[in-house]
């Protein structure tokens, strides 16, 4: 098994720009979710997903959409990119039941909007 | 809202024994875990607390007290490559509604 993949590893933007980050899963996970992480502030949820077809808000949503049309893939979409969004970027999956809060997280990618 | 305090920074001797703390304040309570990162690295999960008292895994323990909103992380004979950021992070509203602290950077020297 692979785990948890994200694409790509590392990213530069322009204000402005749009990008998706890629985030796949090959351990039948139910749950999924998207973090940045910044320095001194730890990791921070944006959105994630209890189901295919199913998603929700986090604690910083705003300047990024989600979607989950497979229980595998769960990409994040930056609209139009900020340079208050460079930051690195952890997918993580977990399964249903007992080991629910055992998340499993990416390699990460490494954002920067010039 | 949620919050969590846990310390910056804490060095400890190869060998020896060191305790990472959490409090946390929270409008929900299901569990505390604690995530393990090396530098470059991804988290890791190491453990969870949902019920209060003791958890052990190996050489890593972890404590939670629900009536005090405390937990810490305990490391037992600590090896070089336990040097580490540590996260404590509060499950709050159902298994993805996580809050993570700042993080714990351990040193360990020799």
């Known amino acids: 098994n692979a785990g948890v993949t994200q694409t790509p590893k590392f990213q530069v933007l322009k204000t402005g720009q749009s990008m998706t980050l890629q985030c796949a899963q090959d351990m039948n996970h139910e749950y999924m979710s998207w973090y940045r992480q910044d320095p001194g502030m730890g990791l921070r949820l944006i959105h994630y997903?209890?189901?295919?077809?199913?998603?929700d808000q986090g604690e910083v949503p705003n300047g990024y959409n989600v979607s989950r049309s497979t229980t595998e893939d769960f990409p994040l979409r930056l609209l139009s990119a900020a340079p208050s969004q460079t930051s690195v970027y952890f997918c993580?999956?977990?399964?249903?039941?007992?080991?629910?809060?055992?998340?499993?997280f990416g390699p990460g990618t490494r954002l920067t909007v010039l | 809202g949620q919050s969590l305090e846990q310390p910056s920074e804490v060095t400890a001797v190869e060998g020896a024994i060191v305790q990472i703390n959490c409090t946390y304040q929270t409008s929900g309570f299901y569990g505390l875990s604690w995530y393990q990162q090396h530098d470059g690295g991804a988290p890791t999960f190491l453990s969870y607390?949902?019920?209060?008292g003791l958890e052990e895994t190996g050489r890593f323990s972890s404590f939670l007290s629900r009536s005090d909103s405390y937990g810490y992380l305990l490391l037992q004979e600590l090896q070089m490559k336990d040097s580490a950021s540590y996260f404590c992070?509060?499950?709050?509203?159902?298994?993805?509604?996580?809050?993570f602290g700042i993080g714990t950077k351990l040193q360990v020297i020799p």
């Open positions: 607390n949902a019920l209060d």
């Open positions: 992070a509060v499950n709050s509203g159902g298994y993805q509604k996580v809050t």
């Open positions: 993580a999956s977990s399964s249903k039941g007992l080991s629910a809060n055992e998340q499993f």
């Open positions: 997903s209890v189901g295919a077809g199913i998603t």
